[in-house]
Each structure stands twice: as C-alpha cells, then as structure tokens.
C-alpha cells in the first residue's frame, strides 16, 4: 500500500504548479510597540519572532497562484499579553492586552501588476481568547491567526477575482 501511495505522489507531482512567494520586511524591533521577551534574551527574542512570522507568511503565500508575490512589511508590533518584571519577567495574557499588527502589504499577479495592496493596515482581535485553539503550546498563536485571517479575507479572495 505504502508502495501505491509513493507512486500516485510521484506520479501527481509533474502536475502541481509552484506556488506562490513571500516577501518580509522588517523595521527596528526596539520602535515597535511590544515586542518584548518575557524570559529570553531580546535579540534571541526577536529572531524567533521573525523566524515564527516569515515561516507562517510564508506558508500562507503558497496558497497564491503560481508567480503571484506577497510583500509584507510589519510597521508595527503589539504581541499578545503584556510583559511584567517581578523576580523573573514573563507575559501574562489578559484579554484587555490584545494582539495587534500594523502592517503594508502589496499582492502582484505573475506580469507584475499590484492586484491588493494597503499602508498601514492595521489588523487586531479584541476577543482572541474567546476562539476555540488546539495549538495553545505553539509560539504566537494569536499573531499568526491574525495573519492566516487576513490573509483568507484580504489577499487570497483577490486571487480569486
């Protein structure tokens, strides 16, 4: 059976197209808003953001049409939750300290020609704790549905037009 199922993805494999691609720009971590470590190193912090962030854009954007490219630009950052210094700093996750991203965005089709864009969008969910989520030991869960839900209602409904 494992044998059938290798072959019919072989076979299948010269029919899948490639999909599209992610662009991710990044201004000065210490001018966003919060994005501070609760118990790491702030540099070491921060790629892990940007590591978390561009993997999940970058996921997003296979979805586009093959030569479609996504530029994303984060002007702002306000993770979920709210860091405190007590006798070690953590981040405590209230409703009240909702994630919430600022970013630019343009979507061009394969000749080049911008298809979705805007400045300074600013994406949030007051009620990100009210969502039902299986991944609550994954990294930045609420920041990356905020991006997968903009993505869904903003970028992939324009490849669809």
């Known amino acids: 059976m494992k044998k059938l199922c290798f072959t019919l993805l072989a076979l299948s494999m010269p029919f899948l197209s490639i999909a599209g691609e992610a662009k991710i720009t990044w201004k000065d971590f210490n001018d966003y808003h919060d994005v501070h470590p609760a118990n790491e190193a702030k540099r070491s912090y921060h790629k892990r ?3 978390h962030f561009e993997k999940h854009i970058s996921k997003l954007a296979e979805q586009l049409p093959e030569g479609y490219k996504l530029n994303v630009t984060f002007d702002d950052i306000d993770l979920a939750g ?4 007590g006798m070690q700093e953590i981040r405590v996750i209230k409703r009240i300290y909702f994630p919430k991203l600022t970013i630019s965005y343009a979507l061009q089709d394969k000749s080049g020609v911008t298809v979705s864009s805007a400045e300074k969008l600013v994406l949030k969910d007051m ?23 903009w993505f869904a209602d903003q970028v992939l409904i324009k490849t669809n037009a």
């Open 49 to 51: 953001v940007t590591k």
């Open 82 to 85: 709210d860091s405190r210094m």
């Open 127 to 149: 009620s990100f704790m009210d969502r039902i989520n299986k991944e609550l030991d994954k990294s930045f869960i609420y920041e990356k549905q905020l991006l997968s839900d």
